[in-house]
């Protein structure tokens, strides 16, 4: 979906959210309260830049707003690529931002994510996978890689992999194998404002995915081993 | 005599670098606690997944410690193995011990169980957050030959000290994924002194990236591992804001390009073209100079 779309459906025509090439921000009011969005789009490498600019937004509503809810709007094609980016702490501006969306929670601003269109690997690790609980679309795409892909990597038959995830939801993509192993709280089907408000008002603020991932059966060992580390 | 970090394996690191004979692995490899996910795929699994976990003492104190074994699977996370580096840090904000300690080696997610692996790199990080809020410093060594990538590079720089050593790598795509997706120019993975000169321990102690730089040799890691005990980094709105600050005035006052040398001058680093050729302590020297511009 189109994010202009997805904005007019959660907070109508006059929604505050504009565009800075890829970067998106812009304070709305939801039914009566006001958010803070904080998003991406076209499908935007997360560089060093994009991570700061997310980053500046958290600190800013952190330092003004204490107590306000913070969106984030995630369509990304993963880290950026480059060189430059590497030499000047990629992972560092990452885990910043991570920290910051962290500390948000902490300080009790409620976070969520909601993956509109695309999410790859880092570029949702700081985004959406350290928000209180992440939402999807669904036809949103979720993934490390495809299978093609996955099957160059590990060697093993595009066709092996297609047939295994068929039950197992850890070898292909998509917001329902998500939703199994728990790194997706749901998936907002029809109305829009709906999920956001049951988000807002249901998110958990501790992290209880592998215990989802368990009882969805997508998952089965995450919560079971770390539960076995402290009984040992 | 000293005993290179980046050719033992991962026990052999959690047994030199603690007091002697003082660690005890919780999911041992006897416990055969191993990936579910491989097995399906035939391919060979560990009976530790890649991970050592346990508790021990350094210098008597109580410390948890993971070390991650590059030589399985280049150290990527899987299920099994996020979950019991979630489980020792949960164990940590529970039994207070003085410190963990994260013997990095890892190419990040692991793509064979690639899913399970990013959701379990995130819980990795919120948990270790919570570790650190707790005010349980958290401790990163970074000295094995696959270096630290990917999401455990963003983990990495979760915690409160990095230590690496020169022959170490810290960095989020490895130069293979770089020149494989944006060409040989941008990023000549062959080149081992350019990698180096962009990831490598020397590069990231000069930018402040690392917190210290040790030699490759075990005994000094747990030296650099007993200073940072009791010394935890509150993250606060003040700290991520000084943060903040150094980041962007590195990001928008950088020299154009990519090359490490030039920023290295930019720093103060008077004759930057021999860090390369220089030992770690002759870069430890370089760094006090440098004190102003890595100031947050």
């Known amino acids: 979906m189109q994010w202009t779309l997805l904005a007019e459906k959660l907070f109508g025509l006059d929604h505050g959210i504009s565009a800075q090439d890829d970067f998106l921000s812009g304070t709305v009011q939801f039914e009566g309260a006001a958010l803070t969005v904080i998003g991406t789009t076209n499908h935007a490498p997360i560089g060093v830049e994009m991570a700061l600019k997310q980053a500046r937004r958290v600190l800013d509503t952190l330092a003004q707003h204490p107590g306000r809810a913070i969106l984030l709007l995630i369509d990304t094609q993963g880290q950026l690529l480059r060189r430059r980016d590497e030499l000047l702490g990629i992972n560092r501006a990452m885990a910043h931002l991570g920290c910051c969306i962290d500390l948000a929670r902490r300080r009790g601003h409620r976070v969520i994510g909601l993956v509109y269109d695309q999410a790859l690997s880092g570029g949702f690790i700081t985004s959406g996978l350290i928000a209180d609980a992440c939402y999807a679309l669904p036809e949103a795409e979720i993934r490390v890689m495809r299978i093609p892909a996955m099957a160059r990597v590990t060697k093993i038959a595009e066709e092996r992999l297609a047939e295994l995830s068929q039950t197992n939801p850890v070898f292909a993509p998509g917001v329902q194998n998500y939703v199994a192993m728990g790194g997706v709280q749901a998936v907002w089907k029809h109305d829009l404002q709906a999920g956001l408000r049951s988000a807002l008002r249901d998110a ?3 992290d209880r995915r592998s215990r989802d991932g368990q009882s969805r059966g997508g998952r089965a060992l995450a919560y079971a081993v770390a539960q076995q580390v402290l009984a040992a | 005599m000293s005993t290179s970090f980046a050719e033992c394996s991962a026990r052999q690191r959690v047994g030199l670098m603690l007091d002697a004979g003082s660690f005890q692995e919780w999911l041992p490899p006897s416990a055969r606690v191993m990936s579910p996910h ?3 795929l035939g391919v060979p699994s560990a009976f530790d997944d890649g991970v050592v976990i346990g508790q021990g003492l350094l210098q008597g104190q109580r410390v948890f410690m993971a070390a991650q074994e590059g ?4 150290g990527g996370v899987g299920e099994v193995h996020g979950a019991k580096l979630v489980g020792l840090l949960q164990r940590a904000l529970r039994d207070q011990p003085a410190a963990v300690l994260l013997l990095a080696e890892s190419g990040g997610v692991r793509l064979h169980e690639a899913n399970a692996g990013l959701i379990a790199v995130s819980e990795v990080m919120r948990a ?9 410093p958290v ?4 000295g094995g030959a696959n270096g630290c990538f990917g999401g455990m590079g963003i983990v990495a720089r979760c915690a409160d000290h990095i230590v690496m050593s020169d022959a170490a790598r810290l960095a989020m795509s490895g130069p293979e994924v770089i020149e494989a997706s944006s ?7 062959r080149d081992r002194a350019l990698v180096w000169r962009t990831t490598g321990g020397k590069h990231r102690y000069l930018t402040g990236d690392c917190d210290v730089l040790v030699d490759d040799d075990v005994q000094a890691f747990r030296a650099a591992a007993i200073d940072a005990l009791a010394q935890s980094r509150a993250i606060t709105l003040d700290s991520l804001e000084r943060e903040h600050r150094l980041l962007a005035r590195r990001f928008h006052e950088a020299p154009e390009g ?6 290295w001058s930019q720093l103060g680093v008077v004759d930057a073209l021999q860090v390369p ?6 870069i430890r020297g370089l760094r006090g100079a440098l004190a102003a511009s890595l100031a947050n």
């Open chain 2, 128 to 136: 270790l957050l919570d570790v650190r809020h707790a005010g349980i």
């Open chain 2, 183 to 189: 060409g040989v120019e941008e990023f000549d993975a």
């Open chain 1, 204 to 206: 958990p603020t501790t």
């Open chain 2, 38 to 40: 491989l097995a399906q």
């Open chain 2, 71 to 74: 030589e399985f699977m280049g």
């Open chain 2, 139 to 142: 401790i990163v060594l970074i």
């Open chain 2, 258 to 263: 990519a090359d490490a040398a030039a920023l």
């Open chain 2, 277 to 282: 050729d220089l030992d770690a302590p002759a």
